[in-house]
């Protein structure tokens, strides 16, 4: 019963394992995405900066006295303002998914360790299996070489017993006049 019970908790602890391998293998495969979509914020980023570089290089009043009217200096500033805003939506990103890569590589961390245990928990658990088969087979032929003792003396008894009784009988066993019918 108890070799079966460990079996059982060997066989639950694999399907933990084998599901915390499946569970690392989807947050890999989130982490692969993330990183991808880290690298395109980094290139829309780079080219935002290059941008308000080269618009940085002419000043406001240059900008005013280049623009045909008005409305083309505030749709320049505007557009200016627009690229600024997306360079700091695009570093927010890139900063939530570099938190986002280290939470998943610390859960990922957190499942191999747990697995870790789990293996060391089955080795122990087969271990303890072994014990008790080794055990069990040691007693099984401890009980055997007793029974075979047993019998030993029973055979041993009875050759004494025919002896005993051919003295009182004055023979072999089941003749002669004293036998009595048997």
């Given amino acids: 019963d108890a070799v079966n019970k ?4 060997i066989n639950a602890i694999q399907l933990s394992i084998d599901a915390n391998s499946a569970k690392q293998a989807q947050i890999r495969q ?3 995405e993330a990183e991808a979509e880290l690298v395109k914020q980094k290139a829309m ?6 941008q308000i570089y080269l618009e940085g290089q ?3 009043l240059e900008m005013l006295a280049s623009s045909k009217d008005l409305s083309e200096f505030v749709d ?5 303002s627009t690229i600024q805003n997306k360079i700091k939506d695009t570093l927010d990103k890139i900063t ?3 938190a986002e890569l280290k939470n998943k590589e610390a859960e990922v961390d957190k499942l191999i360790k747990d697995e870790q245990a789990q293996h060391a928990q089955i080795a122990a658990n087969q271990a303890e299996q072994a ?4 055990y ?3 007693q099984k032929n401890a009980y055997n070489q007793k029974i075979s003792q047993t019998n030993a003396q029973i055979a041993e008894l009875r050759r004494q017993q025919v002896i005993a009784n051919a003295r009182f009988s004055g023979g072999a066993p089941g003749s002669g006049p004293t036998c009595g019918g048997g």
């Fill in 6 to 9: 460990l079996g059982a908790q």
């Fill in 30 to 32: 989130q982490i692969t």
């Fill in 45 to 50: 980023l780079s080219e935002n900066i290059k």
């Fill in 58 to 60: 002419i000043s406001t």
């Fill in 76 to 80: 320049k500033q505007q557009y200016r």
């Fill in 96 to 98: 939530a998914l570099k």
């Fill in 131 to 134: 014990g008790m088969f080794a």
């Fill in 136 to 138: 069990t087979e040691g």
